[in-house]
Structures are given as C-alpha cells and as structure tokens.
C-alpha cells in the first residue's frame, strides 16, 4: 500500500477520483498453517474479543481467498457478509461494535454500496442510528447526471471500470431534518445555535483505507449542504441568531479490516481515525487457500463443500 492507492483526476473531472491499485497473492506459503482440525481450539485460546472469535469461526466456515477482477487477491465472503443477513452468526461482534458507536456519540451511519449494506442495516437497527447507503452508478453516466455534494469516483473492486459514488439528498434531507430539529428545540433560547453531526463510516470489509478515505473527506461536504437547505428553510424559528455547522467522520466500524496492506495506520494517518474491527487480516494465501488472522494465525481454508 502507498499513496499512489489514493490521487484525484485531473482538473477536467467534475468529481474527485479515489484511485486503489490491484493486490497480488503472496509469494511465499506461511511457515505454519493451522489446518481445520486445529481451528476451533486455536480460536478458543486466541486473544479475539467474544466478538472476534464468532466472526472468524463463521468466516472460515464459508469464505476463501479469490481473485476479484478489479481488486485482485481478496475474500470471498458473501454468504456471511454480502447477500447475508445473518445475526446468528454476528451478533457479538454487532453488540460491540454498537457499544462503539454509542461511545463515539454517532448521529448517521454512512454505507458504500449494497456489499456493505446487509452489515450496514445490522449495526444500524442494533444501534437505532440511521444508515444512509451510498448509490453505486458506472462512471461515467450515461444521461446528463447533476453530480450531488460530495460525489466521487472510485475504480470498482468486483468488476472493471470506474464507479460513481453518491448520496440520496432526499433521503439524507429526512434523517438530517429530525437530527437538526432536536438540535434547535434544545437551543430555543441560545444566542447562538450549534449543529453538530458525527458520522461514522460502515463497510463489511476496509482493505486499503481508499474507500474509507474517500468517504470521510466527502461525508462533510455532503451533509453540510444538505444542512444548509435545511436551515434556510427554518429561518423564521432561527431570526437573526448565527449558526455554526460542525460535521465530521469520527470513526469507522467493520468486520474485517487487511492489516498487511496498513489500512487502520493509512486512515489514522490521513484522517486521525483508528477504524474499530472485528477482525484483522494479516495475510491471504490462495495455493493452498489460508487466511491469516491477528491474533490466531494462519488459517487453513476447508475443502470446497467439505464444511
């Protein structure tokens, strides 16, 4: 990873490019796999949080090293994170990663794409903080497409080509209204108004902080906007009393986090967050398929169909 994984376009672009190179499979096998028969002790004993050691017997149950065409080497993880709901399995990990959030004192959860949001909507009912998806659209559209606040441009991990990424002002707008509303009715007598937002980022997997980066420098100025319209239209409830806007990205949630490619030390660095994971990848190996994880090892990934 470095920062060649995160530049703008050129000047020409209407919104900012997010760039992520392809990953490569290790070169080199591990010293020590530890093979299926091993894991379940292996976990036990490890040093995971109840949360983590769920989420790694369930991941391990029914993911694998693959080679997307757009990413490169990642996980397979789709029947516990992507096209699954599956509380059973999550669920300790969902209750910290809401003990989290609550601490964080977050307002609006913001989600990339559909991929993220089945983990998305969890962590949201659990919390009962609203989530607000971003849209997912090929770039560059093919209809005369009025860029929203805060869009960006992100090469797709699953397929080839570029992404547009979005907000729904309108759905934005109604969770926003309650949040400033509450907001405002305790200031009715201050002399002047403060409107805080916290937003907290919410992915299934954060690979190479790209997204998550994207995301917090855009997050702002998106809401910001949206706030604004909000309050033009409380004018009269306001008068002449001045508004100050504070709107920040203060943390990131995930199941998974890629500690080989330094993503929690890239977005501490960039944007001063410490992304909160239920697990951490430390290596992916596809002959023979293994996936490292922090704290217990390498893995050995079972037998297609064989668990």
């Known amino acids: 990873m470095n920062d060649f994984d995160r530049k703008y376009a050129d000047s020409t672009s209407p919104v900012p490019r997010y760039e992520r190179s392809a990953e490569q499979p290790f070169a080199d096998a591990p010293v020590r796999i530890i093979p299926p028969s091993e894991r379940d002790p292996a976990i036990a004993g490890s040093s995971l949080s109840d949360g983590g050691k769920a989420l790694v017997t369930a991941l391990m149950r029914t993911s694998r090293p693959r080679l997307f065409p757009g990413g490169g080497l990642g996980i397979e993880y789709g029947a516990l994170l992507k096209t699954v709901a599956r509380p059973d399995l999550l669920a300790p990990h969902i209750a910290e990663v809401v003990a989290h959030l609550r601490a964080a004192r977050i307002d609006l959860l913001f989600v990339p794409g559909m991929s993220g949001y089945p983990i998305g909507a969890m962590y949201s009912q659990a919390s009962t903080i609203p989530a607000l998806l971003l849209k997912k659209q090929p770039y560059p559209p093919s209809d005369e497409t009025e860029y929203a606040p805060g869009a960006f441009v992100i090469p797709s991990y699953t397929g ?130 293994a996936i490292g994880i922090e704290g217990i090892g390498v893995l050995a990934c079972a037998e297609e169909g064989n668990e």
Not at 168 to 187: E, F, G, K, S, V
Not at 217 to 226: D, G, H, K, L
Not at 240 to 269: C, F, H, M
């Open 160 to 289: 080839s080509g570029d992404t547009l990424i979005s907000a729904d002002t309108a759905a934005a707008a109604d969770i926003l209204a309650a949040i400033i509303d509450r907001q405002l009715a305790a200031q009715t007598d201050a002399d002047t108004i403060s409107i805080i937002v916290r937003i907290a980022g919410a992915d299934e997997i954060i690979d190479k902080a790209t997204m998550a980066t994207a995301i917090t420098e855009t997050a702002p100025t998106f809401c910001r906007a949206v706030i604004e319209e909000l309050l033009a239209a409380r004018k009269d409830q306001i008068g002449n009393r001045r508004v100050s806007i504070d709107v920040t990205v203060a943390t990131w949630v995930t199941p998974l986090l890629k500690g080989y490619n330094r993503a929690a030390e890239i977005l501490q660095s960039r944007c001063g967050i410490t992304p909160f994971a239920g697990v951490t990848i430390t290596s992916l190996h596809v002959d023979p398929p």
